[in-house]
C-alpha cells in the first residue's frame, strides 16, 4: 500500500523508520528500478505498473534480510522486466534472500537457482529450474509453460534422438 505524498517520500518513509536510510543504496534502487523521472510525482497518480516498481523499491529500500515478491513483472514491460531482473540478482548476490511468486517462467529461469513447483497449494517439486524442465508431467500439471530456451534445447534434443 502506497501512501506517501510523493514516490521519495515513499521511498525513504521505511528507512527512516527503521533507522537505515542510506542515500548511496536508495539511490541505486532508484536508479535500477527507473523510477528517476517519478520521485516528485505523487504514488497514487501513477499507473499500476509504476506503482508495483515504488512498492517494490521501496521495501528494497529498507535492505531487507529477506524479501519475498509476489508475482513481480505483473504489469511491467520488458525494460522494467529486465531492469528488476538485474536488481534481484545483484541484491541476492549481495546475501539478501529472495522469494518469488510467479508464473513467469521465461523471467524466472536465469533468475533463480531453485523452483518450487506448486499445483493446488502442494509442493509437487523442488529442484534447479532445468531439472524442473526437463520432467513435462511437472511443467504441465502446474499449468506452467516452459521458458523459450528450454523448450528449444529440448526440441533440438528429439531431432537429433531421430536422427
Known amino acids: 500500500m502506497l501512501f506517501a505524498p510523493t514516490v521519495q517520500d515513499e521511498l525513504e518513509t521505511g528507512p527512516r523508520a527503521l533507522n537505515r536510510l542510506d542515500r548511496t543504496w536508495l539511490a ?18 501513477l499507473s ?49 534472500t529472495v522469494v518469488i511468486a510467479t508464473h513467469d517462467t521465461e523471467w524466472a529461469y536465469h533468475l533463480c537457482n531453485r ?7 502442494s509442493v509437487v517439486a523442488c529442484d534447479a529450474p532445468s531439472a524442473i524442465c526437463a520432467q513435462p508431467t511437472i511443467i504441465e500439471q502446474a499449468r506452467l509453460r516452459l521458458p523459450a ?3 528449444l534445447r529440448q526440441k533440438a534434443m528429439r ?4 536422427v
Do not use: K
Open 28 to 45: 541505486r534502487v532508484i536508479e535500477r528500478c527507473h523510477l528517476e523521472p517519478l520521485l516528485h510525482r505523487s504514488p497514487h497518480r
Open 48 to 96: 499500476a505498473g509504476e506503482q508495483r516498481r515504488v512498492a517494490i523499491a521501496a521495501i528494497l529500500a529498507s535492505r531487507p534480510s529477506i524479501l519475498l515478491l509476489d508475482e513481480p513483472t505483473a504489469g511491467q514491460d520488458a525494460l522494467n522486466r529486465q531492469a528488476l531482473r538485474a536488481l534481484i540478482a545483484d541484491v541476492a548476490g549481495d546475501g539478501m
Open 159 to 162: 531431432i537429433v534422438a531421430r
Open 149 to 151: 530456451e528450454e523448450a
Open 115 to 121: 523452483w518450487a513447483v506448486l499445483d493446488h497449494g
